[in-house]
């Protein structure tokens, strides 16, 4: 079989000493055993389009490799202040290069001892099996697809909505407002919608609900759509969270259809 992009990824980081992965944020991480993290493998992150290791590099590499290199490197969000480099994965870049660059980061947070039992950087065998659509984009999957393609309609029969992206996500906006999001970060497709803070305790008691990260304390609620979609419960939950965000007027027309 051939090997991915995620297999290499993971035979590069782990071949140091102590390595180990973790997850965070839904990506994979690396980090030398109960230590500091060295990389972080990110795919389509808020809807970038790139496949990505973020390398905790020396000081000064960022610069330099930004600068020298744009099609293979780039400044990544959040931890880009701090120096880390980003590397896309499927652009070119020899996999040789990508072992000696992680190796560069690990060695930037490693104990000098471990540091010290490195030995030769892996002679890695470049990826050569195709990404596939949803591999990049969980949203496209033929399955989770249909149903964003029908809460778009749900949503978008309504008055003055529009569909639009936030954090890579596709998000329905009564006006500015957005009332519906449907998203999947590796736990399956789920769809997000406003009923308040006082009603949250009672669609959670339901195990296909929960609260969401950012947006829970607001009053939000995410819906796992599982291998049955009951449209009308969405619709309904839908319809309640556009009545919350919509302008009188919108309300108004909503009400005269």
């Keep these: 079989m051939a090997k991915t992009i995620d297999q290499a990824v993971r035979e590069v980081c782990l071949s140091f000493p102590e390595a180990e992965e973790y997850v965070s944020h839904g990506s994979p991480n690396f980090r030398v055993k109960g230590g500091r993290t060295f990389a972080t493998y990110v795919v389509n992150h808020h809807g970038d389009g790139r496949v990505a290791l973020w ?30 480099l980003g590397v896309e994965l499927d652009k070119g ?22 540091a010290a039992k490195i030995g030769k950087t892996i002679a890695i065998t470049p990826p050569t099996a195709t990404m596939k659509a949803e591999e990049r984009d969980r949203l496209a999957a033929p399955r989770t697809a249909k149903i964003v393609e029908k809460l778009r309609a749900i949503c ?36 997000g919608f406003w009923v308040g803070v006082d009603q949250q305790g009672l669609y959670t008691a339901d195990p296909r609900y929960s609260i969401p990260k950012y947006m829970g304390h607001n009053g939000w609620i995410a819906l796992a759509v599982g291998k049955r979609c009951d449209w009308a419960e969405i619709e309904s939950l839908a319809h309640a969270s556009y009545r919350h965000f919509a302008l009188k007027r919108m309300l108004k027309a909503l009400d005269a259809a």
């Design 55 to 84: 390398l905790k590099s020396p000081d000064g590499a960022q610069e330099h490799h930004v600068a020298n290199a744009p099609k293979h490197f780039f400044v990544p969000p959040y931890v880009g202040p701090s120096g880390w």
């Design 93 to 114: 870049i020899a996999w040789k290069r990508i072992a000696e660059l992680v190796r560069e980061a690990y060695e930037n947070v490693a104990p000098p001892k471990l």
């Design 156 to 191: 978008l029969a309504l008055p003055e909505t529009r569909g639009t992206k936030q954090f890579g996500a596709p998000v329905w906006q009564a006006g500015t407002k957005t009332f519906a999001i449907a998203y999947d970060y590796g736990e399956g497709p789920m769809l």
